[in-house]
């Protein structure tokens, strides 16, 4: 089960866990990490994986690393292609998974809206989005050709409103950052920027702000908010679509979908 | 929360479907600031892949999420085009209400009728036609009635009883969220507002029934799956089913504490009181009401994938949690869209219905489709690529195979076996015509009968002398050849013999079916592995000729595939042997003596 520790990942994670009560899940947890998260996601990520007695494992794409990519130099496109993408199906490689689940839901994207709870890949991982399977009912196939694997996203049908409404009622613990605080932050390309570190030089400016979705935190568009509590937070969410503070959805035309047919989650 | 409605829209090409979609999403505050920004076209907000917006067309279901005060809508829209109807029946399975778009210039189309009648098959019963582009059609009230009218006669006809017709002009939101003041002629209500109001029936009056999806072994077995229908509490009196053994209801577990009580909808985990023998894919269910139990049943099929249904071939049916070998007997009739016919049919191809019987390995435990779609659904699945070939759906069960029980016998088959002093073993030769199969089987038996084996030769050609002498070359009939020699190989294994069988047996698919009809290790796959051009260099019996000379239709290698064993027990190369040390190599495996 892919785990970063977001609050996709929290609701996904705490589902998992209710539907083998009393054992844990009989998965371990994997982590495609670039290095650049923040670090309260790393925090929670350990902690919340020790709670659930799961094993976690942390993938880091070593070829990423000796090459020292990072969003500031490369660029976001090479910083996820080369660390998250190809991280990832490294790590899938590695572990032999013939499944993995992901917390991708399909109304975050429009390319996300057409992919099946249970979606194939081919041999390189890759996402053939005119063969889908026909899915139907509850009726999952998961059944695999040699070579294919499977992803599957069992918080398809949900909304962004509904993991936050569940977060609610289940009382889960989800990163601070999605709430308003006072945080250092900087404009970069139009875009707020918290700093979790001092890899950046530039001096930052402290604004209430928050964010709707954690990646790496250099690619992670903050928003000037005081929503402060869920309901604040539910309060604020019709307006502008989740994704929208992903810098590395903006790169071009139908990037998700692209990114998604050679393998990204 | 508010209550939830799940929509399905369907129609044909250029219906304006997409547009309409993007109104609704739009009206209803659904679309995010940023994605209107530079937004031309409100089709773009529901053609999500680069394809799509290339091609202007919808090719896959997509899933749409939106809510008014009063209540939430999850709609799937599906695509118009013929070709992608299987990802029509995707988004029709799980929804309780069609939106079926109709072009006012252009009227009811095969396409409509095609996709109403999916969806009413598929267990939809609300509809709305929605009559689009009035604009177009200079807000007629004649034209919309006529058209109203046409899909009226077409939806008596296929058992839609609840219809509902909107004239509506998507492009400027007539009659949309409110009643458009250019169709003051219309006084029934604006499409949302019908949607918010809209009743359904969703559920199931059945009993309890829980498809068990899996076992938890932890201080306790837990039965863990989602009920289907009913409720259940703590002290009930249930059945695994289809064993039928009693059960009966300690504790509904659930990580926040055990519940008193659990009703359709609901994932839980069951204690039960005493040790019961129960696992994936059983279904649980209320004791005085047991479901239907069945191997043999009639269902409606909808295929879905390009490569054609093979009656007789062994399919992987999946109902519930439940996985199960399955084969489909020749349709009794297939569905003419059109004109609502039962046409004769020999099989499905992509995209047709039709009606057929099924026999599976196992009973099975179900309800009819009508009932539940979670129990009476099914798909079949190819056991070689592992594509969901068919979506199914259960019409009543066969009370025939109640009355036909297995007989058990005090001789067993190894008892049989054990008489002659050996183990009854299937040899299983397959390869081209030409390739040398009957000339090897042949000495290996003389080989086994001089050692005092028992034995028997079953030869594909002198089997299509007698026993399938009504079948001819078809692949169906290939399927069915395969079939009968593999029922047959088996009967004389009980018999305790070593059979040997020389058939082409193109197919993996059959000679995995044979594989699977006898106990793993007694299926030996023997792969005479001669090249075509090889085997047709020696045309033993002068079939190559003919058929290059277009005399011989069907013939392996030339005009029908042949596909070779991946991971055969033994590979008998005769480019680097000949028929003795190929018979002598095959002895002495069989025999465990080294080679």
């Known amino acids: 089960m892919l785990f970063s520790g977001g609050k996709d990942s929290c609701v996904m994670l705490h589902l998992a866990r209710k539907a083998f009560f009393p054992v844990p899940p009989p998965f371990p947890l994997l982590h495609v990490d670039t290095g650049w998260k923040f670090a309260e996601l790393y925090r929670l990520r350990d902690a919340l994986a020790a709670e659930a007695g799961m094993a976690l494992i942390v993938h880091r794409n070593p070829d990423a690393e000796a090459r020292g990519i990072n969003p500031f130099d490369h660029g976001a496109t090479l910083h996820t292609e080369l660390w998250k993408t190809e991280g990832l199906k490294q790590a899938l490689d590695a572990g032999r998974f013939d499944a993995a689940f992901g917390g991708a839901r399909r109304d975050e994207e429009m390319s996300r809206a057409k992919e099946r709870v249970f979606s194939v890949r081919s041999g390189g991982h890759g996402w053939d989005p005119k063969r889908q399977r026909p899915e139907l009912w509850t009726l999952y196939n998961g059944r695999r050709a040699p070579g294919e694997s499977l992803r599957i996203f069992p918080l398809s049908n949900w909304t962004e409103r509904d993991v936050w409404s569940y977060v609610a009622a289940e009382g889960l613990t989800v990163a601070s950052l999605y709430f308003a605080a006072e945080r250092p932050t900087v404009v970069r390309d139009g875009h707020l920027l918290i700093v979790d570190d001092d890899r950046l030089a530039d001096s930052a400016v402290v604004r209430r702000v928050r964010v709707r979705t954690v990646g790496c935190w250099p690619l992670t568009g903050a928003v000037e908010s005081a929503a402060a509590t869920i309901d604040a937070v539910l309060a604020e969410l019709d307006g502008t679509s989740e994704r929208a503070g992903r810098l590395i959805d903006r790169d071009q035309a139908a990037s998700m979908e692209r990114k998604k047919r050679h393998g990204y989650f | 929360m508010k209550p939830l409605l799940r929509l399905l829209t369907c129609g044909s090409v250029d219906d304006g479907k997409s547009t309409l979609i993007g109104r609704m999403l739009h009206d209803c505050g659904a679309v995010a600031a940023d994605r209107l920004v530079g937004l031309t076209d409100f089709s773009l907000l529901a053609d999500g892949l680069e394809a799509e917006r290339e091609q202007g067309i919808t090719i896959d279901v997509a899933h749409l999420y939106f809510g008014t ?39 009811v189309l095969t396409q409509t009728r095609r996709h109403s009648m999916i969806a009413r098959l598929l267990g939809i019963s609300r509809f709305v036609l929605a009559v689009n582009k009035m604009d177009l059609a200079g807000f007629d009230q004649a034209a919309f009635e006529a058209i109203s009218e046409d899909y009226a006669r077409f939806a008596g006809a296929a058992g839609i009883e609840a219809v509902t017709a909107i004239p509506v002009c998507a492009l400027d939101g007539d009659n949309v969220t409110e009643r458009s003041a250019r169709m003051g002629w219309y006084e029934g209500p604006a499409l949302l ?22 076992v938890i072994r932890g201080p306790e077995r837990l039965y863990a799956g989602t009920i289907a229908s009913g409720a259940v509490r703590p002290g009930d009196r249930i059945a695994v089913q289809p064993a039928g053994t009693p059960a009966q209801v300690a504790r509904i577990v659930t990580m926040d504490g055990d519940l008193d009580e659990a009703a359709a909808g609901r994932s839980v985990a069951l204690a039960l009181k005493h040790h019961v023998d129960c696992s994936r894919g059983d279904l649980l269910c209320a004791l005085d009401a047991p479901p239907q139990i069945a191997d043999q049943f009639e269902a409606t099929i909808l295929w879905m994938a390009d490569e054609e ?8 049916l999946k109902i519930g949690a439940r996985s199960v070998p399955a084969t489909v007997h020749e349709p009794k009739y297939k569905l003419g869209i059109d004109t609502m016919e039962q046409l004769a049919a020999k099989t499905l191809a992509l995209n047709e219905i039709g009606v057929a019987n099924i026999w599976t390995a196992q009973p099975i435990a179900f309800e009819p489709y009508e009932a539940s779609r979670t129990l009476g659904g099914f798909i079949l699945v190819d056991q070689l690529s592992a594509a969901t070939v068919a979506a199914g759906l259960i019409s009543f069960g066969l009370r025939r195979s109640e009355n036909v029980h297995e007989q058990a016998l005090a001789v067993t088959p190894s008892r049989r076996a054990g008489l002659k002093q050996q183990k009854a073993k299937l040899l299983w030769f397959t390869g081209l015509s030409g390739a040398g199969k009957s000339t090897i089987a042949n000495l290996v038996e003389a080989r086994l009968h001089a050692r005092g084996r028992h034995t028997f030769l079953l030869d594909g050609d002198n089997i299509r002398l007698g026993l399938n002498k009504d079948l001819g070359f078809t692949a169906a009939d290939r399927v069915e050849n395969i079939r009968r020699a593999g029922e047959a190989a088996r009967l004389m294994m009980d018999a305790g013999l070593i059979v040997l069988t020389a058939f082409i047996s193109p197919f993996r698919a059959e000679r995995a079916m044979v594989r699977g009809l006898v106990a793993e290790g007694d299926f030996i796959e023997i792969f005479v592995d001669t090249p075509l051009a090889e085997a047709e260099r020696r045309d033993t019996k002068g079939l190559y000729r003919k058929a290059r000379a277009g005399q011989l239709a069907n013939f392996t290698g030339v005009d029908s595939p042949y596909e070779p064993p991946e991971a055969p027990e033994i590979r008998i190369d005769t480019m680097a042997i000949d028929a003795e040390a190929a018979a002598d190599l095959i002895v002495r495996r069989l025999e465990g003596e080294p080679s």
Do not use: C, W
């Not at chain 2, 209540?71 to 988004?91: C, K, S, V, W």
């Not at chain 2, 507002?193 to 899996?214: D, G, I, N, W």
């Not at chain 2, 249904?309 to 992987?316: C, F, K, T, V």
């Open chain 2, 69 to 107: 005060e009063k209540r939430r809508f999850i709609l799937a829209d599906a695509p118009g085009h013929e070709q992608y109807t299987r990802n029509m029946a995707t988004g029709a399975s799980n929804a309780d209400l069609a939106i079926v778009l109709v072009d006012a210039t252009r009227g």
């Open chain 2, 193 to 214: 507002p019908f949607l918010e109001a809209a009743e359904v029936e969703t559920a199931s009056s059945l009993p309890f029934r829980m498809p068990v999806q899996t």
């Open chain 2, 309 to 316: 249904l093979l009656p007789g071939r062994q399919y992987l």
